[in-house]
């Protein structure tokens, strides 16, 4: 499901916010993954109504197939691989409703510096932290494996491991009020990639991806997840 607020001044350049639609079958899958997306509608409002007008388009997706592998987003990275030059971010909420703590970059120590300055200003929620290990599991993998920039909103675990997969996950587990402070992350942290004057950093090659993978010692967890022979084969990731 895909929403789109143009650009007034770089329409052909985006920054993706993001979440997956789908649920674990066992409960109604309120925390993994209703809330966020609901905040990705509920983002796309707070722009709406603040009448700013961002930079560079904006998406906002709601992807399919998550539980089952990443289906959703892997198809959208791989469908869309000709314009990902364009890609100013890819934002990701995917941890039910705990408090924000801060965001992992994707391996990219080239960008800490300017994503420290551009949450700074959600210090007030206490978000402070940006961790540069290369997190997997959710719908931002296959645009870091392109060499997007992404950013994955680090959660403290609240009542989210709980009701993990379970059939206890449902609507009253949900804290509206942290939920409501995350839209104001999202939204804030969305134009500010979007109204940058030049994007907050490069597309990586291929080579530059693996640099980072074995920089952040991310190589074993690839191998341990089956991930490392699809990237060495060519079937998943950037490729030049």
Not at 48 to 67: D, H, M, W
Not at 117 to 133: R, S, Y
Not at 167 to 173: E, Q
Not at 216 to 238: F, L, P, Y
Request: hydrophobic share 40%; with cysteine; glycine share 10%.
């Amino acid at each position: 499901v895909i929403a789109e607020l143009r650009g007034a001044e770089k329409p052909d350049e985006f920054v993706i916010v993001g979440a997956h639609l789908d649920s674990w079958e066992l409960g109604t899958g309120a925390l993994d993954n209703g809330c966020n997306a609901a905040l990705v509608v509920d983002t796309l409002r707070a722009i709406k109504a603040s009448q700013v007008l961002p930079r560079r388009t904006i998406r906002f997706i709601l992807f399919s197939g998550e539980e089952e592998g990443l289906l959703g987003s892997r198809a959208y990275a791989a469908n869309h691989r000709g314009e990902l030059d364009k890609a100013a971010g890819v934002i990701i909420y995917d941890s039910g409703t705990g408090k924000t703590t801060g965001f992992s970059i994707g391996g990219r120590a080239d960008l800490a510096s300017a994503a420290r300055q551009l949450i700074a200003p959600l210090a007030q929620f206490g978000v402070n932290e940006v961790k540069t290990d290369m997190e997997w599991g959710t719908d931002h993998f296959d645009f870091m494996l392109e060499g997007v920039p992404t950013f994955v909103a680090d959660q403290d675990e609240a009542n989210y491991l709980e009701n993990y997969h379970a059939v206890s996950d449902t609507y009253d587990k949900v804290d509206f009020l942290q939920l409501k402070k995350h839209v104001a992350e999202a939204t804030l942290l969305s134009l500010e990639l979007a109204n940058l004057d030049q994007k907050i950093g490069a597309r990586l090659t291929h080579d530059q991806i693996e640099q980072t993978m074995r920089q952040s010692n991310s190589v074993e967890i690839m191998k341990a997840n089956g991930i490392w022979d699809d990237w060495v084969s060519g079937k998943r990731g950037r490729q030049k």
